[in-house]
T-cell receptor, first 112, second 113 residues
């Protein structure tokens, strides 16, 4: 079935370190792909998205490229800040009729 | 503006109480969703309304009753809940019917005693 797999956390980094959170998907078609972020005690915020192969989504210094050949949508940031500490969810949506399928979430902790 | 609002922010209720959660969006979105999120887990879909009609019910117990009075409002009526129903309840909306990019509200944190 359709699924999204993320690297398990927590991921602990020092401030200004490079971040990668891996995400791979399994889908019968060509899904839209999303990264959502959830700060402590809050709801989910859309961080970025990509709707077709080779698209790059970007926002707030975060980037992710839709790689059809590796069925991946890894999240990257060149220099993390303490304020980036949160849980990050990768998700896919196959088409207008389908719902979001979430990965398990990855907790990021950034230390000063 | 991509804001979805939810009230209340926190709710404590006993197992015999009746309460309601409220969600509102003014983005002209035609689909609205209820999710339940337990600690350290991703959100789980409960209900979907598309064009003000219930289109998906993910086998949710009848003690949860959704209502969509109009295209901007979504309610979740709660009655005779169990302690295991304690969770963060998230509302979301999307533009063109069910699916696509969903925008989430801040959630209502529910504690059932």
């Amino acid at each position: 079935g359709d699924s999204v797999t993320q690297m398990e956390g927590p991921v602990t980094l020092s401030e200004e370190a490079f971040l990668t959170i891996n995400c791979t998907y399994t889908a019968t078609g060509y899904p839209s792909l999303f990264w959502y972020v959830q700060y402590p005690g809050e709801g989910l915020q859309l961080l970025l998205k990509a709707t077709k192969a080779d698209d790059k989504g970007s926002n707030k210094g975060f980037e992710a490229t839709y790689r059809k050949e590796t069925t991946s949508f890894h999240l990257e940031k060149g220099s993390v800040q303490v304020s980036d500490s949160a849980v990050y969810f990768c998700a896919q949506s196959l088409n207008a009729g389908n719902m979001l399928t979430f990965g398990g979430g990855t907790r990021l902790m950034v230390k000063p | 503006d991509t804001e979805v609002t939810q009230t209340p922010k926190h709710l404590v209720m006993g197992m015999t109480n009746k309460k309601s959660l409220k969600c509102e969006q003014h983005m002209g979105h035609r689909a609205m969703y209820w999710y339940k999120q337990k600690a350290k887990k991703p959100p789980e879909l409960m209900f979907v309304y598309s064009y003000e009609k219930l289109s998906i019910n993910e086998s949710v117990p009848s003690r949860f009753s959704p209502e969509c009075p109009n295209s901007s409002l979504l309610n979740l009526h709660l009655h005779a809940l169990q302690p295991e129903d304690s969770a963060l309840y998230l509302c979301a909306s999307s533009q063109d019917g069910a699916g696509g990019t969903q925008y989430f509200g801040p959630g209502t944190r529910l504690l059932v005693l």
